[in-house]
T-cell receptor, first 114, second 109 residues
């Protein structure tokens, strides 16, 4: 695709439900990042993939958060037993190579936990 | 201390004026510096990147970097109402991009 694609764009979950957020990066992009952005805040780093390898998951808030990129392209961020504090926009971004310049962002998935 | 700090604003400037946005960072090993613009409800988009000390100009935008002072700035000349947005400073070390909280800019017509 032409850009980074994320789905769903909007998700409403009841507290305790599991959710899965999908990211389809720009074709050929090696690096993939997940960020969490709360209202009025900057994007907060969650995790980083280089191809299929998850090299850094230090930003994941708890063990309820899990991310994967099994074939080095599409990535899924899964949140188990959602809590109200998980409500945020989840941004996926990709770049051509590790250490290269521009991050290209998807439109984000807005999660609301009731 | 946050790794990347910005004044949250709002910064209000009249149309046609120069808007000056500032950012400081804590990691001296940071290698690359970026300014992203984010409109409300949209995702961040890259405005400028800068890698070495000094100024870098692109149209109405000038990025300034001072590694000794750990300071990055963005100047927007001839500000337009369409420049009203949140401006995010991002700093990259080896691979991780760390963002500030953003400065909200309002350009008054």
């Amino acid at each position: 695709g032409a850009g980074v694609s994320q789905s769903p764009r909007y998700k409403v979950a009841k507290r305790g439900q599991d959710v899965a957020l999908r990211c389809d990066p720009i074709s050929g992009h090696v690096s993939l990042f997940w960020y969490q952005q709360a209202l009025g805040q900057g994007p907060e780093f969650l995790t980083y993939f280089q191809n299929e390898a998850q090299l850094d998951k230090s930003g994941l808030p708890s063990d309820r958060f899990f991310a994967e990129r099994p074939e080095g392209s599409v990535s899924t961020l899964k949140i188990q037993r959602t809590q109200q504090e998980d409500s945020a926009v989840y941004l996926c971004a990709s770049s051509v190579t590790t250490g290269s310049g521009e991050l290209f962002f998807g439109e984000g998935s807005r999660l609301t936990v009731l | 201390q946050k790794e990347v700090e910005q004044n949250s604003g709002p910064l209000s400037v009249p149309e046609g004026a120069i808007a000056s946005l500032n950012c400081t960072y804590s990691d001296r090993g940071s290698q690359s510096f970026f300014w992203y613009r984010q409109y409300s409800g949209k995702s961040p988009e890259l405005i400028m990147s800068i890698y070495s000390n000094g100024d870098k100009e692109d149209g109405r935008f000038t990025a300034q970097l001072n590694k000794a002072s750990q300071y990055v700035s963005l100047l927007i000349r001839d500000s337009q109402p369409s420049d009203s947005a949140t401006y995010l400073c991002a700093v990259r070390g080896t691979y991780k991009y760390i963002f500030g909280t953003g400065t909200r800019l309002k350009v008054l017509a």
